[in-house]
């Protein structure tokens, strides 16, 4: 197939890319360079070993993107593009309402007019808001507490709307909607990876940053909640993992139409002190950490149920929490030595 990936040089899209090239399929990356940078094409390539096409553009540039999409004759996408930071989004709203709902919207036109219906969509466990119970299922209540975690919201309603709008028709749209939960690590190459611009808001990148010297030390936000030791507990899933759960969502709408929602993650909780240690025997340095009050917003556990994902995507994580953390270590690393970042 030839998949569009909006926002492909991003963290998760430029990981996708290469599992998507190297099952076989065409991948065309489209990307403003806003929270990227061009340099990940190169690097692709470098991975893939073949020439990989990039596209830059706005998702909001709806006449791009029906050209691209006609032109390249795109298949399916997969729409990453986005921003994404949680605290940001209280911040400008504006600004990401523009990007996350206009972007959205503005993609389901271009897709419209070029007569594609198949897309995979990057929500989010923001969804869910702070849970009623876990494991965190798909058939959790939604009720997200930031603007970042409602704009998601909104596109996934935007998209059952779509979906419901075949009913009673031949249908057409395909749509998959995968709910990440924290995605961390890198490929094993080393060559790409989460590349935050300033200071990491996110626990790995700012973990990574104080074992290779870059800052000072990790600042743990509450050692008082409810968890074995105290600190916060999240469902760490592996990059490559999440890729892997894109081509899965693709063969699974090969043969399904309408909207179907799936967790990705692993179904295990790590703490952030766990964390810690994990990178600490990955990197083999010391990482100075303090212990602060709690992050405002945050919430004591969020793991997910990805049953659903199994039986349905035949999908599962294959890649354990020192896999996460050597290979973070290896680009980190990496960056490094490009004083990248
Ligand atoms: P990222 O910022 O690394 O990648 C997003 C890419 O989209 C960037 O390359 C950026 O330049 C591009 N982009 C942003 N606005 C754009 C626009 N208007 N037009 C075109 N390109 C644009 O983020 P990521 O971590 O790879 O996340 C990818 C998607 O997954 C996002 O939608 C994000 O909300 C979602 N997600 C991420 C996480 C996470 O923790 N990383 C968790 C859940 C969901
Ligand atoms: N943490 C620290 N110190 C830091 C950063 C984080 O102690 O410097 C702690 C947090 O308090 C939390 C854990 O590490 O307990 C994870 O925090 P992250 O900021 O890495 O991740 P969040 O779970 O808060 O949120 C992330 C993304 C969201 C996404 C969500 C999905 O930022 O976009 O995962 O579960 F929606």
């Known amino acids: 197939m030839n998949i569009l990936l909006t926002g492909g040089a991003g963290y998760i899209g430029s990981h996708t890319a290469v599992v998507l090239a190297q099952a076989g399929h065409r991948v065309v990356l489209y990307d403003n360079y806003s929270n990227s940078k061009p340099t990940v ?39 990453f593009a986005g921003l994404k930071a949680v605290g940001e989004s209280s911040q400008k709203p504006i600004a990401y309402y523009s990007a996350n709902v206009q972007g959205a919207i503005s993609l389901l036109q271009a897709m419209e007019r070029a007569q594609i219906y198949r897309i995979v969509f990057s929500s989010s466990a923001c969804v869910y808001g702070d849970p009623q119970y876990l494991p965190i299922d798909e058939a959790h209540p939604t009720v997200p507490t930031n603007p970042y975690g409602r704009n998601k919201l909104q596109i996934e309603q935007l998209l059952q709307d779509v979906a419901q709008s075949d009913v009673g028709k031949q249908a057409r749209w395909q749509i998959a909607n995968l709910r990440y939960f924290n995605p961390v690590g890198a490929h094993v190459s080393g060559l790409i990876g989460e590349d935050p611009q300033g200071i990491p808001n ?19 936000f509450g050692n008082d909640y409810p968890t074995p030791d105290g600190t916060g507990v999240r469902d760490y899933i592996h990059v490559m ?22 967790n990705l993650g692993t179904g295990q909780g790590y703490s952030v002190l766990q964390m810690v240690h994990a990178f600490e025997r990955a990197s083999g340095n010391t990482i100075a950490y303090q212990i602060q009050g709690r992050r405002a917003g945050d919430i004591a556990s969020c793991y997910a149920k990805a049953d659903k994902a199994l039986q349905e995507l035949h999908w599962h994580t294959e890649r354990n929490l020192e896999d996460m953390c050597a290979s973070a270590w290896k680009w980190q690393t990496y960056c490094n030595s490009l004083g990248a970042n």
Not at 55 to 74: A, F, H, N, P, Y
Not at 243 to 258: C, K, S, V
């Open 41 to 79: 094409v190169q690097r692709l390539q470098n991975i893939l070993g073949e020439p990989l096409k990039a596209i830059e553009g706005d998702v909001r540039d709806t006449e791009l993107l029906t050209s691209v999409l006609k032109e390249e004759q795109i298949d399916a996408v997969i729409h």
């Open 202 to 220: 996110n626990l790995m990148p700012f973990v990574a940053q104080v074992a290779v010297g870059k800052l000072p030390q990790l600042q743990v």
């Open 241 to 262: 993992d999440l890729a892997q759960g894109h081509l899965a969502a693709l063969d699974y709408l090969n043969e399904h139409y309408g909207f179907n929602t799936f």
